[in-house]
């Protein structure tokens, strides 16, 4: 079924904003809704999460733009998603609350690399 057209909207213009407490705040909103995502709607927000992280400033909205592609991943919603953006997150940024969550995507990226 889904969260449908207007709710996927309103997530990914949290996910989106120019605001780093919208980002983050939109990004612990994932959860709220994850058994309801459809295939669909679970790929395009894990694509937008991931988009986002790639050039994420903030360390805080980075965790949690991390923490929801893990519990994406964690209840199997990820499925064919493209996550090969977090590829693309700087070296300096990736602090050692972000390895884990990072390890536990790699194979999503290796994927890509195929």
Not at 33 to 56: C, H, Q
Not at 88 to 113: F, Q, S, W
Request: glycine share 8%.
């Amino acid at each position: 079924m889904g969260i449908g057209n207007r709710r996927l909207a309103e997530l990914i213009r949290e996910l989106v904003s120019g605001d780093g407490q919208q980002r983050e705040t939109g990004s612990d909103r994932v959860e709220d809704w994850m058994n309801s995502y459809s295939p669909k709607e679970a790929r395009v927000i894990a694509e937008t999460l991931a988009l986002m992280a790639s050039f994420e400033e903030s360390r805080e909205c980075l965790e949690a733009q991390l923490h929801a592609l893990s519990e994406l991943d964690t209840a199997d919603r990820i499925g064919a998603a493209d996550l090969t953006p977090l590829r693309d997150i700087p070296g300096t940024r990736i602090h050692v609350e972000h390895r884990d969550y990072l390890e536990d995507l790699a194979p999503y990226l290796e994927k890509g690399a195929e």
